[in-house]
């Protein structure tokens, strides 16, 4: 009897630890793909031989995918054949014929209609071909080149809390925002802080806005795609920054601002309240303006500003291989 009992409680005793030891296993658990910064990627590249013989046949195939959140609706990209090698170019595009343009072939993604344009984590496949020239005496270098192009866009949300300067002189809330959307060009805010402190071995600093005050804010634009997918010809154009405000939050007039009331004189009609002015040809790049809200009645509200964004992304790539001469075997 005494063994019976003995042994019913070491099995109470290791069926817990067994499942214990389950749930304290450093087993990988499958995740599906991640968004990326990096927007539109070469995934799955081949080349035939980086070291061809002359009049020979050489191939690139690469995959062209789709690694953000919102649908790429157009898509670019650009073949330079190596000197020698123009007239034997073929490029194939998935679902698309390819065009000629100076020095090489051109395959252009453009869809009207969102739904057709090619969704995240799509892909579509590319082909490049060409025959190495003839009559190579001796080892010699050659580069492909191929540029990639896209449109694409971003977002950014702020609150800031204004207090009436009379029931209340600094916020009880804090001021926040909302994370950065994926897409190699980042969009930051930066307001004036209107206090700080120490706590341990950190400086809290704390942002509010005081009725009827000015407020100016900072849009600040960085380019943020890996060194892979980076060039450094990222820019903005003139009315590609479009800002909606809410909390009675507006612009100041007599104040500098790279930003205009949308359709007024110069400034087009674009579906949201406020457009940039100006453009960044060159990242990373400032944009400025100030704002105040005035028409409240509580002691304190939150003021919103959306912005939004668009652009045009590029980048380069080279891909070298070495051409042999012939044996006179071969």
């Not at 995959?63 to 194939?92: C, K, R, Y």
């Not at 969009?187 to 009725?211: H, N, T």
Request: net charge negative; aromatic share 10%.
């Amino acid at each position: 009897m005494g063994q019976r009992i003995f042994a019913l409680v070491l099995c109470m005793a290791i069926v817990p630890l067994v499942a214990l030891s389950g749930c304290l296993t450093n087993q990988s658990v499958p995740t599906g793909p991640s968004y990326s910064n990096d927007i539109v990627t070469i995934e799955s590249y081949y080349v035939s031989n980086l070291n061809p013989y002359s009049g020979s046949p050489l191939s690139v195939d690469f995959l062209l995918q789709n690694n953000g959140e919102f649908p790429v609706s157009h898509l670019s990209l650009d073949v330079i054949a190596p000197s020698g090698m123009t007239n034997s170019l073929e490029l194939t595009c998935q679902g698309i014929a390819s065009t000629d343009i100076e020095g090489g072939k051109r395959c252009e993604y453009n869809y009207a209609n969102i739904n057709d344009a090619i969704q995240p984590f799509d892909i579509r496949s590319v082909s490049i071909s060409m025959q190495t020239p003839s009559g190579i005496l001796k080892p010699t270098s050659f580069s492909l080149r191929y540029s990639v192009s896209y449109d694409y866009m971003g977002y950014r949300k702020a609150d800031l809390p204004i207090v009436d300067g009379t029931t209340l002189l600094k916020a009880t809330s804090a001021y926040s925002e909302s994370s950065p959307s994926y897409g190699p060009i980042r969009l930051d805010f930066s307001v004036p802080a209107r206090a700080e402190y120490v706590e341990g071995k950190q400086v809290i600093k704390q942002y509010w806005g005081v009725k009827g005050e000015p407020l100016e804010v900072t849009f600040d634009f960085t380019d943020v795609a890996s060194s892979d997918y980076k060039d450094g010809s990222a820019s903005l154009s003139a009315y590609s920054v479009t800002l909606d405000t809410k909390g009675s939050l507006q612009k100041v007039d007599k104040l500098p601002c790279n930003f205009c009331k949308a359709g007024d004189q110069q400034c087009p009609a674009v579906g949201a309240t406020y457009v940039s002015s100006t453009a960044l040809s060159k990242l990373p790049g400032k944009m400025r303006c100030s704002f105040a809200a005035s028409t409240f009645t509580e002691p304190q509200i939150f003021a919103t500003l959306w912005a939004s964004y668009t652009y045009k992304y590029s980048y380069s790539k080279t891909q070298a291989f070495e051409v042999q001469p012939l044996n006179e075997n071969q």
